[in-house]
């Protein structure tokens, strides 16, 4: 992911699957912003219809447990990615991008298909009389 950090430095990024976010620990020193640039093929805000949706940003302060809604500016949209501009204030720990789609590093169908590989490798070795380890 492509960022412009000014005000502060980003800690880490990581998505969340199960709130359909990308949560963003930052270390702010002044007032300032985050410009990002977020590839389509991870994480996305799009409706049923497959149009674009706006995202929802919250931020996280030290002075306060409540994430606050905050306004953000939309940079540039292409068919790969969506570009946004947020301020952030002196203080701010964490802002959180919520979207509606996420696809995991390692999704369901990754394990499924690992699992199912598995299970034909002993079939197969199990019908064939395979024999993983000779005998000396």
Request: aromatic share 8%.
């Amino acid at each position: 992911v492509n960022y412009t950090m000014k005000g502060g430095i980003v800690k880490s990024m990581k998505i969340n699957s199960n709130e359909l976010s990308l949560n963003i620990i930052i270390s702010t020193n002044t007032n300032g912003a985050l410009s990002i640039d977020i590839p389509r093929f991870g994480f996305d805000a799009i409706n049923e219809n497959g149009s674009d949706e706006r995202f929802i940003v919250l931020i996280y302060t030290k002075d306060n447990a409540d994430p606050i809604q905050t306004d953000f500016r939309v940079i540039e949209t292409t068919a790969e990615s969506r570009s946004i501009y947020i301020p952030i204030r002196d203080g701010d720990m964490e802002i959180q991008i919520i979207g509606t789609k996420v696809i995991p590093e390692f999704g369901v169908m990754i394990q499924f298909t690992l699992i199912i590989a598995i299970i034909a490798a002993i079939i197969i070795s199990a019908r064939t009389k395979l024999d993983i380890f000779p005998k000396l």
